[in-house]
């Protein structure tokens, strides 16, 4: 396997986006592939052990849901990371089927999932750029209007991170009329008010949360392909001055 090289990992046990799975393999494969780095993709947790992870530079979390890994294999995880290792996660894999790895559910992901729209399921909304200073950042425009399935969160609070794009709840309807206990799923305060995208750092390492990417055409977006760039790039960095971490 050539090197650098990235991990994408795609194990479910709980609900599976097979859509935004694919999506997510096939513009990693391009990247990779065009940018002359290694890659492996899997749903075998197995890889999670301190010897294969260091074979990594990049961990991608392909809407990666419910309790995937064992404790041990969590553990080696968060010390990769620590360490200085790179994450990016995907939509799923920040729902709200990780509060067995309280670690990852509290410290990597921070807000809590508590539903997205049911009908219809995916709207255009309007996606607005909070950072326009950080290097994610770089290139993307003050909005754009893109179709997903919208998730919405307990809180705009993101202790140690940064908010990177938020959605402007009037450009759709973020109500569920058909399930659950919640049926009003907006969270207030503007597109500030309701980030869907932030980036922090994790010790020596750092990550990239999106909740985009339930569909395989937000992969084919060329604004949110330049996100993900840009997010990889960022990730990826070795710099002294953490340059866009949360102060």
Request: proline residues 5%.
């Amino acid at each position: 396997m050539a090197q650098p090289a990235v991990l994408v990992f795609s194990k479910t046990r709980s609900w599976r986006h097979n859509e935004g799975i694919a999506g997510a393999d096939r513009f990693f494969s391009e990247f990779t592939t065009n940018n002359k780095l290694g890659l492996f993709t899997t749903v075998n947790a197995a890889v999670f052990n301190a010897e294969q992870l260091a074979r990594f530079d990049l961990v991608v979390f392909n809407n990666m849901t419910g309790d995937s890994l064992s404790p041990e294999q969590e553990s080696a995880f968060q010390n990769w990371i620590e360490d200085g290792g790179a994450l990016i996660a995907l939509h799923g894999s920040g729902d709200n089927s990780h509060s067995d790895w309280s670690w990852y559910d509290t410290q990597v992901i921070g807000p809590q999932f508590i539903g997205h729209p049911a009908d219809p399921q995916f709207q255009n909304a309007r996606v607005v750029n909070l950072a326009a200073a950080h290097p994610i950042m770089q290139g993307i425009p003050a909005d754009w209007i893109h179709n997903d399935e919208w998730y919405s969160f307990d809180t705009a609070k993101l202790t140690g991170a940064v908010p990177l794009l938020g959605l402007d709840e009037d450009s759709y309807n973020p109500q569920n009329l058909v399930y659950g206990d919640r049926e009003d799923l907006r969270m207030g305060g503007g597109p500030q008010g309701h980030p869907i995208a932030w980036a922090r750092c994790i010790g020596k390492g750092r990550s990239f949360y999106s909740a985009i990417g339930h569909k395989h055409t937000s992969y084919d977006d060329p604004i949110y392909r330049r996100v993900l760039t840009n997010a990889v790039a960022w990730v990826r960095a070795d710099d002294a001055q953490r340059d866009g971490c949360s102060k």
